[in-house]
């Protein structure tokens, strides 16, 4: 049995880098939000393009009024109106000024902005009733980021921010990682889909969904592959699909036949010791290596993750079928293992805070110990709700609203409320 830091090594380093090149796709930027910049991004622009003004004011020498102030005004001729988006036409010549809005190119001559509050206009005069800052108000040229420099590293997110800067630098298309295709299928005898009814013994396939609606929360669009009864026959049928998948965005690796197989697969349920928990031998049966068998953790101990011998292998993950142990292997290992795949360079992995636990916690202290519950946000800090009811990890009932996962390390028998506990946070 691993312990969870030497299985998260493990399973963390199997992870292939997506080819910069070839598992990318163009986007148009108007659909790039939530997705990974692949190749780094310059602009040829200066931001600011110009220098301009930071307020609605009056552009001013400096030199005019440096001694100026609400008892002594200095008074300047206004001899232009500069709003934002025109060029000015005149330079500034000493003891002259020029209207000038937000936005506004600054006319050359001037080098400091006193804002309107801060004056007095009589006719075509303008009284400053202040001393500025010398080039106060002035966003000056290149201030914020100069032409041919790097503007966004490959690696990243793109959400709002960064398409604002990508749209401010013209950059009407990006190029972004592929998604992720991860394939998925539960296995076992007793499970129905939801618009059957239930004879006794059966019970719905929640797996899958959960899973479905997982993925899709961090932008995969699973490949669904049902449910596979627990039969090695049917089995080895389902994952040999699984990993030879040829999905709709196929991908040719190295000039070679496009191969385009799931980068992961994942099946729930099938690997504990029963007689009927077929998953590792079909896998051996492949010549798969398999890298995990169990991991110390509750839940989630009979953990598989394996990788078969071809170029490219998938990595698969076989999750326990308990509903609580397939939630939270997916949170500890696969999402991760999805965000640093997808070709994020830095964040993929897992967050833990360290918050104030509303409750009680207990562990036997043999298997690091993950108890779900919620985040509340009290007086600015977050603290730490349990769920109630059973923390079998064959109820899902009280999973509903679950935003952390409370984390007993082996050994920690007992957290008394109000004490600190590293929770893991699964706001994505
Ligand atoms: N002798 C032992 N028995 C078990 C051990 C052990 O160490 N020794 N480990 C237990 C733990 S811990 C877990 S977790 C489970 C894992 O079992 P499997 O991965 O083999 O999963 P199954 O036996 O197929 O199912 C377990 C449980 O989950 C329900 N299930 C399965 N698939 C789904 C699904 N798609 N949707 C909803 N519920 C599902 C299934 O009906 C079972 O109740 O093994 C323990 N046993
Ligand atoms: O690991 Mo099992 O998931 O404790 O029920
Ligand atoms: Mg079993």
Known sequence: ?????????????????????????????????????????????????????????????????????????????????????YQPKSTLQPGQAARIFTGAVIPSGADTVVMQEKTRQEDNRVFVLTTPQPGEFVRRKASYYQAGTQLLPAGIKLNGAEIAVLAASQCSQVRVYRRVRVAIFSTGDELVTLDQALQPGQIVDSNQYALAALLRQIGVEPILLGIVNDNPVALEETITKAISYAGRNAIAYGGAQPIAHADIVISSGGVSVGDYDYVDKILASLGATIHIRSVEMRPGKPLTVATFPTPHSPIYFGLPGNPAAVLVTFWRFVQPVIKKLGGLAAGWEPVFLKVRSHDELRSDGKRETYIW???????????FHKAGGSHSSGNLINLAQTNALAVLPVGKTLISAGEDVLVLHLLV
Request: charge should be negative.
């Open 1 to 85: 049995m691993s312990s969870i830091r030497d299985a998260a090594n493990i399973i963390f380093n199997l992870v292939p880098n997506l080819n910069s090149q070839q598992d990318t796709e163009v986007v148009d930027l108007w659909t790039a939000n939530g997705r990974i910049l692949a190749t780094p991004v310059n602009s040829p622009l200066d931001f600011p393009h110009w220098d301009n003004s930071a307020m609605d004011g009056y552009a001013v020498r400096y030199e005019d009024v440096q001694n100026s102030s609400a008892e002594q005004p200095v008074n300047l001729e206004i001899i232009a109106e500069i709003p934002a988006g």
């Open 373 to 383: 519950g919620s985040l509340h946000l009290i007086d600015g800090l977050y603290e």
